[in-house]
């Protein structure tokens, strides 16, 4: 399983923008589908957004038109770009990578190999 490494998170004000990077170790970074989930405190983690080896991505429905994910082979890193940010987005962000994207419905099922997560705190 690659090894993953999160960061860019912080605390920022409701509206306010933030970049998520996740740099993963391995070869054949190309070829794997990547994907963010996040877990607020007293929750289980969630999807936010997937991309897969080709580009494709798809996103929960709580952050569509508000997140971007995207990804940089050259760089082995995958990216989420978090706009418009709301309080309830709250929440330790993890990337995963090499898991099992589902194109007939944008679904991804994780690798059980995590990082440590980034901190993401949204004030009202």
């Known amino acids: 399983q690659p090894q993953v490494v999160e960061s860019g998170g912080g605390l920022v004000q409701a509206g306010g923008s933030l970049r998520l990077s996740c740099a993963a170790s391995?070869?054949?970074?190309?070829?794997?589908?990547m994907a963010w989930f996040r877990q607020a405190p007293g929750s289980q983690r969630e999807f936010v957004a997937t991309?897969?080896?080709?580009?494709?991505?798809n996103y929960a429905d709580s952050v569509k038109g508000r997140f971007t994910i995207s990804r940089d082979n050259a760089k082995n890193t995958v990216y989420l770009q978090m706009n418009s940010l709301k309080p309830e987005d709250t929440a330790v962000y993890y990337c995963?990578?090499?898991?099992?994207?589902?194109?007939?419905?944008?679904?991804?099922?994780?690798?059980?190999?995590w990082g440590r997560g980034t901190q993401v705190t949204v004030s009202s």
């Open positions: 995963n990578v090499g898991g099992t994207y589902i194109p007939i419905n944008g679904r991804y099922n994780p690798v059980p190999s």
């Open positions: 391995g070869n054949a970074f190309s070829h794997k589908h």
């Open positions: 991309i897969s080896s080709g580009g494709t991505s």
